[in-house]
């Protein structure tokens, strides 16, 4: 509280409609949990800068190619 958080979000785009912010990552490993705070800023600067109420957050996993 208090503070200032500085870091880029790497993407926001609408996938079917809906405002999403996407982070990408280059982990070997695939390990969403280890992102819950970082989701939850995303986000929240998101909607309060954009305006969007309840924006989506996806990891796209460059190794993998997969989106989660």
Do not use: C, H
Request: hydrophobic content about 35%; proline content about 4%.
């Amino acid at each position: 509280e208090g503070g200032i958080l500085q870091g880029p979000i790497d993407l926001v785009a609408r996938i079917d409609g809906r405002l999403t912010v996407i982070d990408y990552k280059t982990d070997r490993v695939e390990e969403p949990g280890k992102y819950v705070a970082q989701r939850k800023w995303y986000v929240e600067a998101a909607r309060r800068l954009l305006g969007e109420s309840s924006p989506d957050f996806k990891l796209v996993y460059l190794r993998t190619g997969r989106m989660i």
